[in-house]
């Protein structure tokens, strides 16, 4: 009997990339592993040196750090790349963010310096957008909110139903007021949210809205996800990547982006070190890779502008037009 074959052993990283990317409009919709496979696809057509795990079946090592959940837009997504080779990491995210379909844009790439990085992500702040919900009524259903020791909701979970304290996680709260805008129908609810186990989500907290002050929108919110990082004293949110970013400059901002395609050619990009030859070379997406990763989401973004429009006759659906404030003059 001839011996069993070893599995192939991976050599280790010798670099590691920190990227910062965007879940916004219908590909909000997209669940992680959803997001999971589009992200390996940009990979292997980026031709980014990615390193594999060992074993009989490696896979890209590729770590995501607390995802937002389905649903739910997102401008503060973080993931962190294992390379097998050293790459600019700034040309490396314009690279991804070419083979990525809209939507799901890689706004930041910066090397790994120090290490901890989940841990930096103490909390996230949240905006809910909540139609015909009035400004007064929110910040009534706040401040009761707030003046709770405990508020204790419940969510369907795997292993059944859960109740919890969605009071203790929330760090600030409050309505904001929106110039120009009828407050009788939209209302803007800020949140700042420790990241603690269980979880403490948007929903929850209206849940326990509904709990304190009954207050029951009549049509789904929509819910974005500013920011995540390091809680301040003051209870704003610090940059996560700020730690790493003090030994590498690699902000990923239009600026810089113009500026790296313009110095590497409209139609490729290319990542260069000492001479060598180049380390990766990206094409733009094509509109068959949105199809794909859209021909999931469906039934979710029939059922939901259903939901909508069903309770907003005269409004457009919010996966087409701006949100309300953002839509007047």
Not at 225 to 254: C, N, W
Not at 260 to 268: C, K, N, Q
């Amino acid at each position: 009997m001839s011996p069993r074959k070893q599995p192939e052993k991976q050599d280790p990283p010798v670099q590691r990339v920190r990227i910062r990317y965007t879940k916004e409009g219908p590909l909000r919709f997209t669940s992680h592993r959803d997001f999971a496979r589009a992200l390996e696809r940009a990979l292997r057509r980026a031709n980014v040196p990615i390193a594999y795990s060992s074993g009989f079946h490696p896979h890209p090592r590729v770590s995501y750090l607390s995802a937002a959940p389905t649903g739910v837009a997102s401008r503060a997504e973080y993931a962190e790349l294992a390379l097998r080779e050293v790459v600019d990491p700034a040309i490396l995210a314009v690279a991804l963010d070419r083979v990525l379909p809209p939507g799901l844009d890689v706004r930041e790439g910066v090397t790994a310096q120090t290490g901890g990085f989940a841990d930096r992500l103490e909390a996230s702040s949240w905006r809910i957008e909540l139609d015909d919900v009035s400004t007064g009524d929110l910040a009534a259903a706040v401040e009761k909110f707030l003046a709770s020791d405990e508020v204790l909701v419940t969510r369907l979970t795997k292993k059944g139903n859960r109740e919890f304290d969605a009071r203790h996680a929330v760090v600030t709260a409050a309505a904001t007021p929106v110039a120009g805008v009828d407050e009788a129908g939209y209302a803007i609810l800020d949140l700042v949210v420790r990241q603690v186990t269980p979880a403490v989500r948007p929903d929850d907290v209206l849940s326990g809205l509904s709990l304190v002050a009954d207050l029951e929108p009549p049509v789904p919110p929509r819910v974005t996800r500013l920011a995540q990082g390091p809680l301040t004293e003051t209870g704003d949110i610090a940059d996560p990547l700020e730690a790493d970013r003090e030994s590498t400059v690699t902000a990923r901002e239009p600026e810089a982006s113009a500026q790296v395609a313009e110095s590497t050619g409209a139609s490729a990009l290319r990542v260069t070190s000492s001479g060598s030859p180049p380390l990766f070379v990206a094409t733009e997406a094509t509109s068959s890779d949105q199809h794909r990763l859209l021909a999931g989401l469906v039934i979710g973004v029939f059922l939901t502008r259903r939901l909508e429009t069903s309770a907003m006759p005269t409004q457009a659906s919010p996966l087409t037009a701006a949100p309300v404030w953002q839509r007047m003059p």
